[in-house]
């Protein structure tokens, strides 16, 4: 039972534009939500991170925006640039310890 | 600080074998979670450590087993490889149990042949 749905799979934006990443989840038990960014060859980095209690979080360049009703949350990657260029994965977590449900990833390509 | 440090960086085994993974978390950590990616699957949950005890398992079967120590490092192993085994495994640190935030090492990619 896939958790958490996120979309788009890829995208391709120009430099200096907004890439958005949408992201749905099902269990109401969640209560922790981070986003990471992954490079080839290397593990996830935590990008950002959100709560329920907050509907949106900004550090520099990278937005989250949470809707608790809709049980959906987004990233936004304002002013991208060709090193953002990475797979972004959307994560859950709450329901036990510190495990992390993924989503599948979105494949994110900024071109110059 | 140093980050999660993750032993082999690569490995090659053949099907049937078993294998270890290690991984020693950030210092001061003491949570340590594995996950294993593939093409196919994602980033799946294999289990948490918490003080030397297994505190949560995702849906693997059991031929993937962890353990970790007093010190917080942990070791992964997988006995009777399948080529499906195949993967990147990562493991990450977390100050405490329910803390929530998570830092990945660069993982382990083995490949069953």
């Known amino acids: 039972q896939q958790q958490v749905k996120q979309s788009p799979q890829s995208l391709i934006v120009q430099k200096g534009g907004i890439s958005i990443i949408n992201c749905a989840y099902e269990n109401t038990a969640f209560d922790y939500f981070p986003w990471y960014q992954q490079f080839p060859g290397k593990g996830p980095a935590l990008l950002i991170a959100i709560r329920p209690d907050v509907s949106e979080k900004k550090e520099g360049r990278f937005t989250i925006s949470f809707n608790k009703s809709a049980k959906q949350f987004s990233l936004h990657i304002m002013d991208s640039q060709p090193g953002d260029s990475a797979t972004y994965f959307c994560a859950a977590s709450g329901t036990a310890g510190n495990k992390l449900t993924f989503g599948g990833g979105t494949r994110v390509l900024v071109k110059p | 600080k140093a980050g999660v440090t993750q032993t082999p960086r690569y490995l090659i085994k053949t099907r049937g074998q078993q294998v270890t993974l290690s991984c020693s978390p950030i210092s001061g950590h003491r949570s340590v979670s594995w996950y294993q990616q593939t093409p196919g699957q994602g980033l799946q949950f294999l289990f948490e450590?918490?003080?030397?005890?297994?505190?949560n398992k995702g849906n693997f079967p059991g031929r993937f087993s962890g353990r970790q120590f007093s010190n917080s490092r942990s070791e992964m192993n997988v006995s009777t490889l399948e080529l499906g085994d195949s993967a990147l495994y990562l493991c990450?640190?977390?100050?405490?149990?329910?803390?929530?935030?998570?830092?990945f090492g660069q993982g382990t990619r083995l490949t069953v042949v």
């Open positions: 990450a640190s977390s100050p405490m149990f329910r803390t929530a935030e998570a830092f």
């Open positions: 450590y918490f003080s030397e005890t297994q505190r």
